[in-house]
């Protein structure tokens, strides 16, 4: 009730103000006054780090014994046909933002250029995605077996949530793959095979795993040349 009386006072005030100007007829000024409201937007984050806390790359023989021979700063020395390595790189994101992420792995070095009938590169080293190698079946292997382009595979796009304060948090949709965290582990096997002949002694295999991020809300098909945000290589 005391809302409808105070529109009817608006109202009878409003109506009480057109009649006089129209009978006095001449211009009016009024004091004035205004509020304003105030308001404070911080922009989002997004900050993709590295865990430095797991272990990025182990060499294991066909055995599937760990060597512990990883060097800081040569990788692997002595990498013989049959042996395998596994590459595993974790990534948080530390900003508040939910984000797009993706993952590049490249090789390069002497022995993707070996042409030797029969011995070339793609025969002689396999490349798997997200498997543990030691326990995976015939059938886990083929289907996660990556096929190169270039010398390069990209993975997946995923959506990963926010963290820390005002994070933003995402469901899963059907027109991308959630996980659910803010967080994503990525795990390569390179099998340097068996059958491999001497064309390959001395030669050398670079690999470097990339991840990027892209902003996820407003944003819903990622367009990866306008990259900006943090991105990083074994």
Request: aromatic share 10%; charged share 20%.
């Given at each position: ?5 105070n529109k009817?006072r608006?109202?009878g005030?409003i109506?009480?103000?057109v009649a006089v100007?129209?009978?006095?007829g ?9 509020v ?5 937007t911080?922009?989002?984050?997004l ?7 797991v ?12 060597l ?5 700063t040569?990788g ?12 595993t ?5 530390d900003?508040?933002k939910s984000?797009?992420?993706?993952d590049?792995?490249t090789v ?14 793609a025969?002689?080293v396999s490349i ?14 083929t289907?996660?077996?990556?096929t ?7 993975g ?6 926010g963290?820390?304060t005002?994070?933003?948090?995402e469901s899963a ?9 803010a967080t994503?582990?990525y ?5 340097f095979?068996?059958a ?14 990339k991840v990027e ?7 819903a098909?990622?367009?990866w040349?306008?990259v900006?945000?943090?991105?990083f290589?074994?």
């Amino acid at each position: 009730m005391k809302e409808k009386r105070n529109k009817k006072r608006l109202l009878g005030f409003i109506f009480l103000f057109v009649a006089v100007a129209t009978v006095i007829g001449v211009s009016v000024a009024y004091f004035s006054d205004f509020v304003a409201g105030s308001g404070k937007t911080t922009a989002g984050t997004l900050d993709l780090t590295k865990d430095t806390t797991v272990t990025e790359l182990v060499h294991y023989n066909a055995a599937g014994t760990d060597l512990n021979d990883v060097h800081a700063t040569n990788g692997i020395e002595n990498f013989n046909p049959g042996d395998y390595a596994v590459i595993t790189v974790k990534v948080d994101n530390d900003g508040n933002k939910s984000a797009w992420v993706r993952d590049i792995l490249t090789v390069s070095g002497t022995m993707t250029s070996i042409a030797a009938l029969g011995q070339e590169f793609a025969n002689m080293v396999s490349i798997y995605e997200g498997i543990d190698y030691a326990t995976a079946t015939a059938a886990e292997k083929t289907a996660a077996k990556v096929t190169l382009t270039s010398n390069a595979y990209g993975g997946d796009e995923l959506v990963i949530n926010g963290s820390g304060t005002a994070a933003e948090v995402e469901s899963a949709t059907a027109s991308n793959e959630f996980i659910g965290a803010a967080t994503k582990t990525y795990t390569y096997t390179i099998v340097f095979e068996a059958a491999a002949t001497n064309v390959y002694q001395g030669k050398t295999l670079d690999v470097a795993l990339k991840v990027e991020a892209l902003q996820y809300r407003n944003n819903a098909t990622p367009t990866w040349t306008q990259v900006t945000a943090t991105e990083f290589s074994l």
